[in-house]
């Protein structure tokens, strides 16, 4: 088992790319802390690993609040002794262009797309240490490589993530700590209307276009018709997943401060 006995922390692990990366992990043998503001889908998850015979806890955890994030990482260590892989996959859809992205809308996006990962960085990195190195995965998106329209706060955010992910690569090298980015391109997932629900006040800007269908990232797949080639179709979070998978394990053992684009041929062929 390519994880077994390695103690996971994965954000956003109740929906979507982070749970699929849940699932994964937990099949491949890790122990495996799921956070998430969403504990009605967290816990559904976690009693299924459980009774699966999986090792698995569900902390509810707000990623924009350094006292949450602090919790998470003491109740993960706690259980478990430590801690190996982080995963940082929790983030909102929030639309909005420059111009109508009031600053508080901008400052949310940043808050639990960006600013959630320096935290976690900042509270796990020492435990990482003390183990002897570990791995970072940071779930950023083709949006923070590319531009689409009425996405400023969220482009920039994934940007960010993508150079904080290089700067802690170069940080932590002499701790063995690996630092690792993906970038996916149009997966199928709830994450707009997940965002709608956790997010209220920022369900749509009234100044920008209506929202695009829900998708992992704003970047649009290819195409959605299912008769299309599956390069060309949009991703599934399990893509995502076993990317994550890669970059956790020790096969990936010489690989950081990388960005891995999964997105089929959407982003060489835009």
């Given at each position: ?34 956070a998430d503001r969403d504990t009605r889908k967290g816990k559904a998850l976690v009693d299924g690993l459980l009774a699966g015979g999986a090792e698995a806890l569900l902390v509810p955890t707000d990623v924009s609040s350094d006292t949450d994030v602090a919790t998470l990482v003491n109740e993960t260590v706690r259980r478990w002794g430590g801690l190996d892989i982080l995963v940082n996959c929790a983030g909102v859809d929030i639309t909005g262009s420059v ?172």
């Amino acid at each position: 088992m390519r994880l077994k006995d390695k103690v996971a922390m994965v954000t956003g692990g109740a929906n979507g790319i982070g749970r699929a990366t849940v699932e994964l992990f937990a099949e491949a043998g890790a122990r495996v802390a799921v956070a998430d503001r969403d504990t009605r889908k967290g816990k559904a998850l976690v009693d299924g690993l459980l009774a699966g015979g999986a090792e698995a806890l569900l902390v509810p955890t707000d990623v924009s609040s350094d006292t949450d994030v602090a919790t998470l990482v003491n109740e993960t260590v706690r259980r478990w002794g430590g801690l190996d892989i982080l995963v940082n996959c929790a983030g909102v859809d929030i639309t909005g262009s420059v111009v109508d992205t009031e600053p508080e809308r901008w400052q949310r996006v940043l808050d639990v797309n960006l600013s959630s990962a320096y935290r976690t960085c900042r509270f796990s990195v020492p435990h990482l240490i003390a183990r002897g190195g570990g791995s970072i995965v940071n779930i950023a998106s083709l949006q923070g490589m590319y531009g689409w329209a009425n996405y400023a706060a969220y482009a920039a955010s994934k940007a960010g993530l993508i150079g904080l992910t290089r700067q802690i690569a170069a940080e932590y090298a002499d701790h063995n700590i690996r630092a690792n980015a993906i970038s996916p391109g149009g997966i199928a997932t709830a994450l707009g209307a997940n965002s709608d629900q956790l997010e209220p006040r920022f369900a749509h800007d009234p100044g920008a276009p209506a929202p695009a269908p829900a998708a992992a990232s704003p970047a649009p797949a290819p195409t959605a018709a299912p008769e299309a080639p599956r390069l060309r179709r949009a991703g599934l979070p399990r893509d995502v997943a076993w990317a994550a998978l890669f970059l956790a394990s020790d096969e990936a053992a010489y690989v950081t401060g990388h960005n891995l684009v999964v997105g089929g041929v959407l982003s060489v062929a835009l």
